[in-house]
């Protein structure tokens, strides 16, 4: 193979290859692959200019020759480029299209140089109870008080006796407004 393109020569030279960069661009052809001959230049090209020992490689596997590894990656048409990051796979691009290639394979480099300084990650971050200033108590949400009118001490029955006796003391009185107020039913009554 020209350039920096490695050929894979058995399973075991290619989980050793894994092993050796962060990302593995992955060329499964086959040498009677026609749409195969006419990517490797873009394939070549791509090499030439991304490799990076250590962290981006590229290599190929002739699928004819290395049939257990094309196995067990599922590779079914060709040509199949595979982008393999730490061991597992994140891209596939099957068929011979040029763009999708040059695509996945600026995004590894990309990602192997680094992540670009943004605004979102030049904080120190937050975890969960790292809050400077003291939260408040669960039970002093901004419901609370409203909870406390409405239910009382008794919860809900209280709630409607109050309601009902509050309703016919008002109903049956001369003076309904001076009888809700003094009357035991009062939420608002000192007792």
């Known amino acids: 193979m020209p350039g920096k393109i490695i050929a894979v020569t058995s399973s075991s030279h290619f989980s050793q290859l894994l092993s050796q960069s962060t990302y593995t661009i992955v060329d499964f052809y086959a040498d ?8 490797a230049p873009v394939f070549q090209s791509l090499a030439e200019k991304e490799t990076k020992p250590g962290k981006m490689q590229f290599v190929k596997v002739d699928v004819d020759s290395q049939q257990e590894v094309a196995r067990k990656y599922g590779i079914s048409a060709m040509p199949t480029f595979l982008v393999i990051k730490s061991n597992s796979v994140v891209d596939t691009i099957r068929g011979a299209n040029p763009s999708a290639l040059t695509a996945a394979v600026r995004k590894a480099a990309s990602d192997t140089s680094g992540p670009a300084a ?19 108590p669960v039970g002093n949400s901004p419901f609370a008080s409203a909870q406390r009118m409405l239910m ?9 006796i109050r309601f009902f006796a509050l309703y016919f003391i008002s109903l049956f009185a001369f003076d309904s407004y001076k009888a809700a107020e003094e009357s035991p039913f009062n939420i608002k009554a000192r007792r």
């Open 118 to 136: 943004s605004a979102a990650f030049q904080s120190k971050g937050r975890t969960l109870g790292s809050a400077t200033e003291p939260s408040r």
């Open 152 to 160: 009382g001490n008794g919860g809900l029955s209280d709630l409607v």
């Open 32 to 39: 009677w692959c026609g749409p195969c001959k006419a990517i």
